[in-house]
């Protein structure tokens, strides 16, 4: 990893920003699901768990596919990160990122358990499409690195508030680094071998 000193950046891996939200989402929209399911609601059990259903592919798809020619072209335009840059790890990229949604969450969650009471389980799998969804585009991003061969970081200044949007209107370029840098594979999951490598 390479060290801080004048004139170097913070970088976060943009595969583990995106990434972040997927496992909290997924497991909250899976338990107000379960949840859900257990009450007859308005429209019945069946009905419900198959407007889910519903739900759950078209929310993966749209928040996979979401802004991916705005992805495309950061990607293409990548500049090398210096020798100063600072990588941020993986954990601490993923604990900002939770920490500034932790009462989003909470409330899309609250949000969900009610919706039961109208559509069984609906509410629930809506979530966890969107954590599929997230999942997917850390996946896409990561075939992005493995073909060019290089890991993408964006400013950790250049995110908002909540350690979040990695292709926000802020965002004005992404970096790259080898292949081996940091502590996150391609498309952001935890590397298996715990060495960090200078890029």
């Known amino acids: 990893m390479a060290r801080g000193g004048r004139g170097g950046q913070g970088l976060a891996r943009v595969a583990v920003v995106v990434r972040a939200g997927a496992a909290p989402l997924g497991w909250l929209g899976v338990c107000a699901a379960g949840v859900g399911v257990l009450v007859p609601g308005l429209t019945g059990r069946l009905v419900g768990v198959l407007a889910g259903a519903t739900l759950f592919v078209a929310t993966a798809a749209v928040v996979a596919v979401s802004r991916r020619r ?3 072209a950061l990607a293409r335009s990548a500049a090398r990160a210096g020798r100063n840059d600072v990588l941020q790890d993986r954990a601490v990229s993923v604990r900002v990122w939770r920490r500034g949604h932790r009462w989003w969450l909470l ?3 609250a949000a969900a358990l ?3 009471f109208a559509v069984p389980a609906a509410g629930g ?4 499409g969107a954590g599929a969804g997230l999942r997917l585009k850390a996946a896409w991003l990561g075939r992005l690195e493995r073909t ?5 970081w964006v400013r950790v200044d ?10 926000g209107t ?3 370029a992404w970096r790259s680094t ?11 999951a935890r590397r298996r071998t715990a060495a960090l490598v200078r890029h």
């Open 70 to 72: 705005r992805y495309t």
């Open 107 to 109: 409330l899309a969650f």
């Open 114 to 116: 009610g919706s039961a």
């Open 125 to 128: 799998l809506l979530l966890a």
């Open 148 to 152: 060019a061969d290089a890991l993408l």
């Open 158 to 167: 250049w995110l908002d508030g909540r350690g979040g949007r990695p292709a």
């Open 170 to 172: 802020a965002v004005r």
């Open 178 to 188: 080898g292949i081996a840098a940091g502590d996150a594979a391609p498309g952001g």
